[in-house]
């Protein structure tokens, strides 16, 4: 089987080289040769790499690969999102959602197949398996989306694929070190060069991880807050069992940036009822004063079972109001995708129950 060769650093790469005999005086050029052509380029051919002799890209060819994995569904919604099933291996699957503006677009990238936290209002935590994804299957769901919508080579200006928020299926800083390689490619400016600004890590609340994230990738930090007391967040987000909020506003407190022009996104899910009442709006308030930050309110997304309902929009705005008179930019997050489960909290699980009611059907029909 040929290895990919998508995913590594630079120094991994020259050291694959140097495995199939490039001689150790190229390595380090036919590297940023290769990184030019797969991460600048988009190309998934050596055979196009017009820099490499042809008996070079022959000889590479013959071992290392380029593709992309297999597309296994591909969805647009009503409102232009784009949703693809990305077939890892038989049976592992995972989702990224691409979210296009008039002017610009962003990518919903998975960093895991499922996700172990089981929010209650999350679609992902009923799913039954889960696995960290690679570094190479996290970058490629990038390189998927910039083929899809043909933005290669990557622009400098104008970019359509503009943005990436780590908010697909699973907790980015349960799988940290894939994420932080992950990223580092996609923000290499000799590449895809998407800058850390416009790249948001959102994390349920991984507290001790924080400060890594401040330190090696200053991207873009929001946090799942979704209630402001122990015992509700313990019910809709379990890990608050092990990190509580305290904990969790301390971390955000020493993110770095936050005291300058950063600011910290605090996201936080409209559940009727439950957690949408103006006296929690306050106490939001009261929790982050000091931290540098905007509120952004998701409406509740449903998904078939789901145990919540969304708040209705006179308590959004109630709740939108009260935390923007505290001086908080308080956006409502438009539901995009929702027609093709793609909105927050609704991916993957749907693809598998569908498949799951697709072979009863096939069982079904063959008895
Ligand atoms: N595990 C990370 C990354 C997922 S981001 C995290 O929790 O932050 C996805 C965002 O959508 C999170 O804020 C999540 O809490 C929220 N979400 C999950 N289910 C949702 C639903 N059904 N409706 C609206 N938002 C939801």
């Given at each position: 089987m040929k290895r990919s060769l998508i995913?590594?650093?630079r120094e991994e790469i020259a050291e694959e080289l140097r495995?199939?005999?490039v001689p150790d005086r190229a390595l380090r050029m036919r590297a940023n040769q290769l990184w030019h052509w797969i991460y600048y380029r988009g190309t998934t051919s050596f055979a196009a790499m017009t820099t490499i002799a042809k008996g070079l890209q022959a000889d590479l060819d013959a071992v290392f690969t380029l593709e992309r994995p297999a597309v296994a569904a591909a969805q647009c919604s009503v409102d232009g999102t784009r949703k693809?099933?990305?077939?890892?291996?038989?049976g592992q699957e995972v989702e990224s959602v691409y979210i296009p503006e008039a002017d610009r677009g962003a990518l919903c990238v998975s960093s895991q197949v499922g996700c172990t936290l089981n929010c209650r209002f999350c679609h992902t935590g009923t799913q039954d398996w889960v696995r960290n994804l690679t570094a190479a299957e996290i970058v490629a769901q990038v390189l998927n989306a910039r083929d899809a919508i043909g933005e290669w080579p990557s622009p400098k200006e104008g970019r359509m694929l503009s943005n990436i928020v780590m908010m697909g299926m699973g907790e980015p800083l349960y799988n940290y070190d894939n994420v932080k390689k992950a990223l580092a490619i996609v923000m290499d400016n000799e590449g895809?060069?998407?800058?850390?600004?416009?790249i948001t890590l959102s994390t349920a609340g991984v507290a001790p991880m924080i400060e890594h994230v401040g330190r090696d990738l200053g991207c873009e930090l929001a946090?799942?807050?979704h209630a402001v007391r122990d015992d509700l967040r313990n019910e809709l987000v379990p890990l608050n069992k092990k990190y509580p909020i305290q904990e969790l506003l301390a971390a955000?407190?020493?993110?770095?940036?936050?005291a300058n022009s950063r600011r910290i996104t605090f996201e936080y899910v409209m559940l009727r009822g439950v957690n949408d009442s103006v006296t929690e709006a306050k106490e939001l308030v009261r929790l982050i004063a000091g931290i540098h930050a905007k509120v952004n309110l998701i409406p509740f997304n449903p998904w078939p079972g789901a145990p919540y309902a969304c708040s209705d929009d006179e308590a959004i705005a109630a709740f939108a109001e009260v935390v923007n008179r505290a001086g908080y930019s308080s956006p409502v997050r438009t539901p995009r995708g929702r027609d093709i489960m793609a909105a927050c909290g609704q991916l993957k699980s749907a693809s598998i129950?569908?498949?799951?009611s697709a072979r009863a059907a096939e069982a079904g029909a063959a008895a």
């Amino acid at each position: 089987m040929k290895r990919s060769l998508i995913g590594l650093t630079r120094e991994e790469i020259a050291e694959e080289l140097r495995l199939v005999g490039v001689p150790d005086r190229a390595l380090r050029m036919r590297a940023n040769q290769l990184w030019h052509w797969i991460y600048y380029r988009g190309t998934t051919s050596f055979a196009a790499m017009t820099t490499i002799a042809k008996g070079l890209q022959a000889d590479l060819d013959a071992v290392f690969t380029l593709e992309r994995p297999a597309v296994a569904a591909a969805q647009c919604s009503v409102d232009g999102t784009r949703k693809w099933l990305l077939a890892l291996a038989p049976g592992q699957e995972v989702e990224s959602v691409y979210i296009p503006e008039a002017d610009r677009g962003a990518l919903c990238v998975s960093s895991q197949v499922g996700c172990t936290l089981n929010c209650r209002f999350c679609h992902t935590g009923t799913q039954d398996w889960v696995r960290n994804l690679t570094a190479a299957e996290i970058v490629a769901q990038v390189l998927n989306a910039r083929d899809a919508i043909g933005e290669w080579p990557s622009p400098k200006e104008g970019r359509m694929l503009s943005n990436i928020v780590m908010m697909g299926m699973g907790e980015p800083l349960y799988n940290y070190d894939n994420v932080k390689k992950a990223l580092a490619i996609v923000m290499d400016n000799e590449g895809i060069g998407i800058s850390r600004r416009r790249i948001t890590l959102s994390t349920a609340g991984v507290a001790p991880m924080i400060e890594h994230v401040g330190r090696d990738l200053g991207c873009e930090l929001a946090i799942s807050l979704h209630a402001v007391r122990d015992d509700l967040r313990n019910e809709l987000v379990p890990l608050n069992k092990k990190y509580p909020i305290q904990e969790l506003l301390a971390a955000c407190r020493s993110y770095p940036g936050a005291a300058n022009s950063r600011r910290i996104t605090f996201e936080y899910v409209m559940l009727r009822g439950v957690n949408d009442s103006v006296t929690e709006a306050k106490e939001l308030v009261r929790l982050i004063a000091g931290i540098h930050a905007k509120v952004n309110l998701i409406p509740f997304n449903p998904w078939p079972g789901a145990p919540y309902a969304c708040s209705d929009d006179e308590a959004i705005a109630a709740f939108a109001e009260v935390v923007n008179r505290a001086g908080y930019s308080s956006p409502v997050r438009t539901p995009r995708g929702r027609d093709i489960m793609a909105a927050c909290g609704q991916l993957k699980s749907a693809s598998i129950k569908q498949r799951a009611s697709a072979r009863a059907a096939e069982a079904g029909a063959a008895a």
